[in-house]
């Protein structure tokens, strides 16, 4: 540990009253932010949506409701608003630097429940993802078309309907897992771009469950990991709808 390491203050955190809502903090120093993100907020603005998101609450949040303090937080990576999970937030521009120039390297794993049944319970699948002129994601078939993609996945549990997968991202491609999983013939459950139409599905069932990263300034390897959402447990267990039911 070097003499700058060791001169640093044990960061305080805020108290609860500044926590923000719909967020989880589930670490913080004076170099990164990490929270557990729920489903349906975004990570960040949008023409239509300016204050319910992630980076507008812990904005806030690290400035402990004064609006005239200069702590701010940066984006490192976004989460589909749909999409539930570890989210990481940096506190300096140098920061930010590190994470996002060391991203592809870092470990990131996600729970996700799919529709059906997959014959192989653990594999790769890997293709060349491209996006048509509706901002669709599909695999092209020639390789030129679209950019190198790698998911990993391994079957936790199952049932009739549906199936609880552990997916490891090799790639970062847009809706990569979702795609994927849906040209597999197991569409993540609730996606309602790539799968089914099945209206009892509560959400789109695809969680980021960990990552595990290098500290920007100490260098460590930090680990930040969240449980299976009770909701994809309940829905793997239930009795469930064919793919594609409609409800009235």
Same mark, same amino acid.
């Given at each position: ?50 204050? !319910? ?12 409701? !004064? ?46 429940? +799919? ?45 009739? !309907? ?12 847009? !809706? ?51 449980? +299976? ?20």
């Amino acid at each position: 540990m070097d003499s700058k390491q060791t001169s640093r203050k044990k960061f305080k955190n805020p108290p609860k009253r500044f926590h923000p809502r719909g967020l989880s903090v589930l670490y913080e120093d004076y170099d990164i932010l990490v929270v557990d993100k729920r489903s349906g907020l975004l990570t960040m603005s949008t023409d239509r949506v300016k204050e !319910n998101t992630a980076y507008f609450l812990l904005t806030d949040y690290v400035r402990k409701g !004064n609006s005239k303090s200069k702590n701010r937080i940066f984006i490192v990576h976004r989460l589909d608003r749909e999409t539930s999970g570890v989210l990481v937030f940096a506190k300096t521009e140098s920061a930010k630097r590190y994470l996002q120039d060391g991203w592809s390297r870092f470990s990131k794993k996600y729970y996700a429940v +799919v529709h059906g049944q997959l014959s192989e319970k653990e594999g790769l699948i890997t293709s060349y993802l491209a996006e048509n002129s509706i901002h669709r994601m599909y695999s092209a078939s020639d390789p030129k078309d679209g950019k190198l993609a790698k998911t990993k996945y391994r079957v936790i549990e199952e049932s009739r !309907n549906y199936s609880l997968l552990e997916i490891e991202l090799l790639t970062g491609r847009k !809706n990569q897992i979702r795609v994927h999983l849906a040209e597999k013939g197991c569409p993540v459950a609730g996606d309602k771009i790539y799968g089914g139409k099945d209206r009892s599905i509560k959400r789109l069932t695809l969680h980021a469950a960990s990552i595990t990263i290098n500290h920007p300034h100490t260098k460590e390897k930090m680990t930040f990991k969240t449980e +299976v959402p009770v909701y994809f447990k309940s829905l793997v267990k239930s009795k469930g709808k064919e793919r594609g039911a409609t409800t009235k």
